[in-house]
């Protein structure tokens, strides 16, 4: 019996949440990262949408995707800004300690 060299790209292909196989999901390169390639893709039928992280390592590829209500463009422009510093902290710190901080999120 030959093996299917495509079967672990069949595993993607199926949705997470509605497990539906005969849609081709639409799929959106996001950008690279030293971590991988960066990936949106978002099911056919129930529009459920994954950020997956595909990265290649020795002997094979590694794939890590987490359930998104993010649009695309929300997910490149935090993948590009770049993880969170201890300034980033404190500055929500002191956000949160001001009386009008609900009222300036919805400005
Ligand atoms: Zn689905």
Redesign the pocket.
């Given at each position: 019996m030959e093996k299917d060299p495509f079967k672990p790209l069949k595993i993607i292909s199926e949705?997470p949440?509605?497990h539906?196989r005969r849609s081709a999901p639409q799929v959106q390169f996001i950008n690279d990262c030293p971590e991988g390639n960066l990936l949106y893709v978002q099911?056919a039928?129930?529009a459920?949408r994954l950020v997956v992280l595909v990265s290649f390592v020795p002997g094979g590829m590694n794939l890590l995707g987490v359930l998104t209500d993010l649009e695309s463009n929300e997910i490149k422009k935090f993948s590009e800004r770049g993880p969170l510093k201890a300034d980033d902290v404190l500055e929500l710190h002191q956000a949160l300690g001001q009386k009008d901080f609900i009222k300036k999120l919805t400005e």
């Open positions: 949705c949440v509605c539906e099911c039928n129930c459920s």
